[in-house]
């Protein structure tokens, strides 16, 4: 699969969770994690540890903030290309060859 395929699968898997801001409720000895909106409570997942609780309730939000920083990269990657494109010298090409290689990584 692509870099950009798992990507937009990402995005779409982001986009499909459960609505609303998540948080954890405190249990004995589980925690659960839940979804709250402004005319419900949605249990998003029960019997957690609460480590992994907080993991999970703060995934959307993590999650949110690591495409925003693909794109962040992906602009100036796309910015740094432009101004390369006239130049045929030794440095542009190996400095274009540095910015696929870091299109490859993510």
Known sequence: MSEQNKIEQIKARLMAITPGSWHVQPGSPYDAVYSSQETSLTVVASRTMTSDAWFIAKSPE???????????KDEALNEIELILTDDTSTQAIEINQVINRAREAI
């Open 62 to 72: 993590y999650i949110t903030y690591l495409l925003q920083e693909i794109e962040r």
